[in-house]
């Protein structure tokens, strides 16, 4: 039988091109189907030509189609969600009303006022699609790369009966910089990951087998490092193209996190943007940003320009303008869980889930982020042990925040929705929590059915 991938949010430019590419490179997944759903049916349209291209580079067998989504849902074996609700305008909204606040986001999309407004928004139409996988495909599993990934998994596990993990590519990127910094392959650092998605620590890290010499990974050595480099740190992952567009003047990615590693003696997840998130010290200003390297995301001219120019190479490679090139692999975990779900081949995979105890001092159920077994018989999170003690009050502290977060999403609720921007370390000004709350529901109402009932 072979594997039906319904694909939600198929016309982006950005992610279908990657996770399909994956898909049609794995060997146990030859002759699948993949389907594409989109609000945008045009952009559906392009990225479905685009996708015939690379299935017959790729000579695997695979189809491609553009369906509504209950009939894509029919029969699926695993469903993909890449959304963004709203798009662009309204995390413009998420980025730019926090900072009349004080709040300098630096993305905007997991913790603080801009990561509660975006999780409102996202939320209700998550558990739309799983209440649809529900009726239409049960047994399938939910496989998810969509911000907040944290709130997400939460909610769909917490209201649905849907099997649900969320995959980040952060993980995949602070091993390649490690490998990178040690001057060793991927394949040689090891760690143990635990916490929350966007606000994540390793422990246990290896060096080709051996314990990581903790003494090299200084702010000094990590300069000395940047100092030496030519191009951009590479991780295969698609925030590879962002790093991309900043040209010679770029940010330090991993300063904040190689100056967290000296202080704390555990090494944080992701780049500095989604890092800093989490610790507001680093983004109480915008000269304590730059002087800290730290690259704020939001929704810069950049990415519309990115999308846009993303948007006309894949135009160009349908017409025949361009060629499609040599298909490569990426780094994204999707195609892997994918393949061992519907073959049974065993694989790994860093996943976030509710906490069964593969973290240990964290409440069960709430959402964590660890490697995860891969098989026939499902994702099973692997028991990774207890958050390190210098930061477990900081993640404790995003837990709550998440919790509130979906509770306000799904029943629609201003006053727990003020209560996650309260607890947020993000907002200083918490007399003003009720006032952004409402400015921010007032903001996306468009996009908010949870509150207008």
Known sequence: MSCKMALIGGGSCNWTPTLAKDLFLREGLKGGELVLVDIDPEAAELLRRYCVLAAERAGTGWTV????LEPALDGASAVCISIQTGDLDMMHLDYTIPEEFGVYHTVADSVGPGGVSRSLRNIPVFLDIARKMERRCPNAWMVHVTNPLNQLTRAVAKETSVRCAGLCHNYEGTIAFLARFFGVDVEDVEAVSVGVNHGTWLKDITVQGKPMD??????????????RQIGPIESGTTDDRIERMFGEDRTLSYLLPVELFEALGVFPVGSAPHVAENLPFYLNDLETIRRHRIRRKGVLPVRR???KRRGGEILDIVEGRAELGELRASREGLSSVVESLATGKPSRVVATMPNA????NL???VVVETWARVSGSG??????GPIPKAVLGLVQQVVGEIELTVEAAVAGDRKKAAQAMYVSPLLHEKDRAGELADRLIEATKDYLPQFRR
Do not use: C, H
């Open 65 to 68: 189609a553009v369906e509504d």
């Open 214 to 227: 903790s003494a090299k990974l200084t702010v000094e050595n990590y300069l000395r490092f940047e100092a």
């Open 305 to 307: 320009e990115a999308k």
């Open 357 to 360: 105890g593969q973290v240990s």
């Open 363 to 365: 409440p069960p159920d």
């Open 379 to 384: 994702i099973s999170p692997i028991a990774s």
